[in-house]
Each structure stands twice: as C-alpha cells, then as structure tokens.
C-alpha cells in the first residue's frame, strides 16, 4: 500500500446487503470509512461499530449524491477510494414494465452512481479508485429484465469512458459486476417478479474477493478498469455472489 496511513474510503449504500459486508471488510482491515445509506437506525449501528462519519443519503437526491465526495473528503481529511452499492431490481416484459418504474431503475442504478463518482473525481487521490456494482446482467440479460438490465448497463458504459478519463491521474475505475447473491435483492424488486433464477451464491466471500481487489488498486502504479465478470472479482476468481 502506497498511502502511508490507513486508507480513506467512501461507502455509498452503506446500509445495504452488500454495503453492510463490504463496510465490515474495510473497517477489519484496518480502514477509515465515511458511509451513507437510507436506513438511519443501520447506519447508527454501522458508525458505533467504525467510528466514522455517516449521512443519510437519497438516490433520488442526485445533488446529494455529487455532494458525497467532498463531504468525505473534509470528514476524513484525504479520500483513498470511493465504493457505491446502491441498487435496486425490477422486473417484467418490457412492454407492461411501468414509467414510473423504469425511471425509478435508472435514478437509483444509474444516475445516482454516476452522480456520486462524477463529484468525487476532484475529491479522490492520484492512484486512488472509484467502483460501482453493474452486476453480470450487463453480461447476459435475461427476458424480463430489459429495464432493470439497460439502467446496469448504462452505468457499466459510463464507467469505462470515465476510466479512460482518469487514467493520466492513475485512478482505478473498477465496475463490479458480480453476479447473483443470496441477499434476497430479486425479491425486493420495485415492479415485478425475478424470471428463474439458479440459487444466490454465499455473498461473504464475493465482497471479500471486491474488497481484496480495491485494497490492492491502492498500491497499484498503472491505472487498468476492472469489470467483475461472473465468477471473477477483478483478476481475482470470485468465490461467490
């Protein structure tokens, strides 16, 4: 690790399945944490437990949202990486999906993540990283998954341009995509039924695999994007999601 102290990272969605698991790696290993999330009694428990700056934050919020980076930056006083959980599914043909709802999957898949690495881009370190989750639906699209899969994949191709943007500052841009965990996400859907969906993977290991391949970008002296393909982590073998 380059950075001389414990590395500064925000997590946004921090009170979700994965957040919660990704938050409690990079709190074991030592690092200091900034964290947003929805659920305010989560995110109460979650500061006790690290210590650290909390606020509670709104997808739909997207001011908020570009806000997060220069508010963990000042929290923390430097900002080594930025980590955005947030998500939601929805389901159904693409004709007889609702407006409201497909507008509902892009705010939260894509616009709100996009808003929060927009902003932190001036916050982030030379050689720092920035990660979203588009999942491995972005890979192979299932029917019925049109709306939930097209709002994942616009952040998957925002993520790749962006990282070509950042390269001269040596910022890994790191789209994760993992695949289906047993989290219960699928059933939490806002619109919708899942289509036939083999067992979730143990979520543990696939966060512990992200958050190896995170920590590891911070030594890194070339910048590379990494797209989490199911199964892999990063050039990590993914051990579940």
């Known amino acids: 690790m380059t950075t001389p102290e414990a590395p500064r990272i925000l997590v946004v969605g921090a009170t979700g399945e994965v957040g919660r698991l990704a938050t ?17 009694r989560r995110l109460a428990e979650m500061a006790a437990r690290s210590g650290g700056p909390t606020r509670i ?32 599914a929805g389901f159904g043909p693409a004709a007889e999906v609702p407006d409201a709802a497909a507008e509902h999957l892009m705010t939260v898949n894509a616009l709100c993540p996009m808003a929060v690495l927009r902003g932190a881009v001036p916050a982030v370190r030379d050689g720092g990283f920035l990660s979203a989750i588009s999942g491995a ?25 962006l990282a070509r943007e950042v ?21 939490r859907a806002i619109v919708g039924s899942p289509p036939p ?3 979730g993977a143990d979520p543990g290991p696939e966060v512990q695999a992200l958050v190896d391949d995170l920590i590891g970008h911070l030594g890194d002296l070339a910048p590379r994007r990494t797209a989490v393909t199911p199964g892999q982590v990063g050039t990590t073998p993914a051990r579940s999601h």
């Open 24 to 40: 409690r790696e990079l709190f074991d290993r030592g690092a200091r944490l900034a964290l947003t999330g929805r659920d305010k």
């Open 57 to 88: 934050l709104d997808a739909y919020d997207l001011d908020a949202c570009a806000g997060a980076g220069p508010w963990a930056l000042s929290e923390l006083g430097g900002l080594d990486g930025v980590l955005v959980t947030v998500g939601v």
């Open 137 to 161: 639906i972005v890979i192979a699209p299932l029917t019925g998954t049109a709306d939930y899969a097209a709002s994942k994949a616009a952040l998957a191709c925002w993520l790749g341009v």
């Open 167 to 187: 390269r001269r500052r040596r910022i890994a841009v790191v789209d994760a995509r993992l695949r289906h965990l047993d989290t219960g996400f699928a059933s």
């Open 197 to 199: 969906l083999q067992k």
